[in-house]
């Protein structure tokens, strides 16, 4: 039986939305009670603090499509806003990378991270204005505790890249990524607000691939650094004081995806109109946060084994509201001709078919469950975004950093 586009993207998403419901921490007596693993069926005593940003705001699609009941979510979001709050071990308001699921302390000598945090403040957010009442002051309680200069290198005026008791801070966001983010909840902090000029004081560089106008590229080249911060705020028909569009930099960032892999198609078999979105994912190697496509800054020769035929389908799949015919296309040639491809979870997190013997990835993995997950929401019914926007401080952090429509400019 063909499947209709909406049922795919409904197949899609209600498997992806029970990775966050079925792999986290559901004994309301641990003290991770809530907390979601990094992957699935990876390593069960890691947390991921970004899977647990991207779950809470499962949990809101869970109920609108009712595959759980708005008591269940309520609960769920509530108890793991607790646990955040309560247990997870933070510094200065900032989650480590990973937790221990059980524990809610650092998993081994992983880093604090500003972006991991600035995912599970921009979850906490959504499920509040979703819930309201006790999720709602949760939520507000974890993001006013975040003391966001803390982060701040005063030296260039840009986010740390990693901090670690150990090492102390270290490196910088010193190029644009996926940390749109962390700007805009930094600036409207209520308690620890930075100088919203911190947007402007990232590097900017322009590049194209193929026949597409110029664009501000990535250093990876990888999409999901084009997809993140779009999940949860809405840009579309936004510039910034430059007059920037950064909603219409990314459909182009995904149009130069895209047309990088059709041009490589006689390099790699996997490659092809209906096989693209190269991201961070799972590989015949391992784990590679290097995939990506021109133009990035990967282009040296000790880059030159990437990319290698690996596609992941949250690639496209985080980009259906940039590109929506090419992407359903694209996750219909995924489910209709790679049986191997799709399990519990719906799709797994990558294929290759130019090593021997193909390689097809047995895990999946939480982020990028999540994006495919909000992504495929906000293209159906705008969901994430009607609810997370409301919030006055994400209202607020977007016009402190001087994002505004167009017709103002």
Excluded at 32 to 58: K, Q, W
Excluded at 92 to 107: D, E, P
Excluded at 330 to 338: A, G, I, M, V
Excluded at 339 to 359: A, E, H, I
Aim: glycine share 8%.
């Amino acid at each position: 039986m063909t499947l209709t586009d909406d049922q795919l993207l409904d197949l899609e998403s209600k498997r992806s939305f029970y990775f966050f419901w079925e792999e986290a921490n559901t004994d309301k007596d641990s003290p991770g009670y809530g907390l979601i693993v990094d992957r699935a069926p990876g390593d069960a005593d890691m947390c991921s603090v970004a899977s647990v940003g991207f779950g809470l705001t499962a949990i809101m699609i869970g109920v609108e499509r009712e595959w759980i009941s708005r008591a269940e979510g309520y609960e769920r979001a509530l108890g793991t806003l607790n646990t955040l709050l309560e247990h997870a071990e933070q510094e200065n308001g900032f989650f480590y990378h990973f937790l221990n699921m059980k524990t809610a302390r650092r998993h081994d000598n992983c880093e604090v991270s500003v972006i991991d945090t600035a995912i599970a403040v921009c979850g906490a957010i959504a499920a509040g204005e979703y819930f309201g009442c006790n999720v709602r002051e949760l939520a507000q309680q974890i993001y006013e505790r975040v003391n966001w200069e803390w982060y701040r290198n005063p030296e260039y005026n840009q986010f740390y890249m990693g901090y670690s008791p150990e090492r102390g801070h270290f490196a910088r966001w010193d190029l644009y990524a996926e940390q749109f983010m962390m700007y805009f909840l930094a600036a409207a902090s209520p308690t620890h607000p930075v100088e919203p000029s911190m947007f402007y004081d990232f590097g900017r560089q322009y590049g194209t691939f193929g026949d597409n106008p110029p664009f501000i590229y990535t250093w990876l080249g990888s999409l999901f650094t084009f997809q993140f911060s779009h999940a949860w705020f809405d840009l579309r028909g936004k510039v910034d004081r430059d007059n920037v569009d950064w909603w219409h930099n990314s459909v182009i960032a995904t149009k130069a995806n895209r047309d990088y892999c059709i041009a490589h198609a006689s390099e790699f078999r996997t490659f092809g109109p209906n096989a693209w979105g190269l991201t961070a994912c799972d590989g015949p190697n391992g784990y590679s946060g290097r995939y990506g496509t021109a133009p990035s800054g990967l282009n040296s020769a000790n880059d030159m084994h990437l990319p290698d035929g690996t596609v992941p389908p949250a690639g496209a799949a985080g980009s259906v509201v940039f590109m929506p015919e090419e992407v359903i296309g694209t996750l219909r040639n995924y489910y209709e001709n790679f049986p191997q491809l799709w399990g519990r979870y719906g799709f797994k997190d990558s294929y290759n078919l130019d090593v021997t013997p193909p390689y097809f990835a047995e895990d999946v993995i939480g982020i990028d469950k999540g994006i495919t997950l909000l992504m495929i929401e906000n293209y159906r019914s705008g969901l994430v975004w009607n609810y997370f926007m409301r919030n006055p401080y994400v209202q607020r952090g977007m016009v402190l950093c001087e994002i505004h429509d167009k017709q103002q400019s």
